[in-house]
Each structure stands twice: as C-alpha cells, then as structure tokens.
C-alpha cells in the first residue's frame, strides 16, 4: 500500500526519526504534537489553556496541508503531565469540535512527555 509523507512548514519540524503525519490509503497517522511554535521553535508553556491551543493548531496546520479538517478526525490520544488540567484541556479541545459527531479519544496522564511538555496529543483522521 502506497504512503505518502505528510509535512508542512506550518507545524514545528519533528525533533526526531518520524514524519508530523503519514497518509495511508484514506487514513491519516498525525504524530503527536506538543505546543511547539513553528514560527520561534520556541514552547508555549506556563497556560495549559494556551498549551493546548497551540497543539490544536499545530494538529490544524498538518490537517489542512493534508486537505482535511476536524470534521475527518475519527481518533485522538490526548497525554498529560498533570491529570488535574484535564477540564482546562478539554474545554480547548472540545472547542474544535461537535459534540455530535467528535472523534474516540483516550485522555491518559503519563511521567513525562517531550521536552518535558504538560501535554501532547496525536490524531487519526479519514478521507
């Protein structure tokens, strides 16, 4: 089966031996996407609410540049440092969805992420 490699300027470069997204067949990997500023290559820390904004719209930069949207999202995995942002997280998160039609999620809290970030999350859309 045919892959194709997903990248775009738009969303920070990977900080290691992956791709931000890889399209296979009418399915879209985004690999997991931390609140890195693609512009500065600087992190967005100290406001788990513009943390998450920001990992949004890396996740909307690789999205677009993949001729999709949130509405093709069927899967997210959403990491934590801290459990206890979880409702300041999913108020961001929800934000970019219906409640209808969102996509599966798993919200889990784990020791540490990249670059020892307070949240990180990765995708799954379909064409």
């Known amino acids: 089966m045919k892959k194709i490699i997903i ?6 470069a990977p ?3 992956y791709n931000q997204a890889v399209l296979s067949g009418n399915t879209l990997y985004i690999s997991g ?7 500065t290559g600087k992190l967005v820390v100290g406001d788990i609410k513009k943390e998450t904004e920001k990992c ?7 999205l677009t540049e993949a001729n999709m949207s949130f509405e ?7 990491f934590l440092a801290d459990m206890n942002q979880f409702a300041q997280v999913n108020e961001v998160y929800g934000s970019y969805f219906e ?6 999620r798993e919200t889990v809290e784990v020791a540490n992420l990249p670059k020892f970030v307070n949240v990180e999350i990765s995708m799954i859309a379909i064409l």
């Open 15 to 17: 900080i290691g031996p």
């Open 56 to 62: 949004m719209l890396n996740l909307k930069a690789i």
């Open 72 to 78: 093709n999202v069927v899967k997210s995995s959403i």
């Open 33 to 39: 996407q931390i609140p890195l500023d693609a512009t």
């Open 99 to 104: 409640a209808d039609t969102a996509p599966a």
């Open 7 to 12: 990248n775009t300027t738009n969303a920070p």
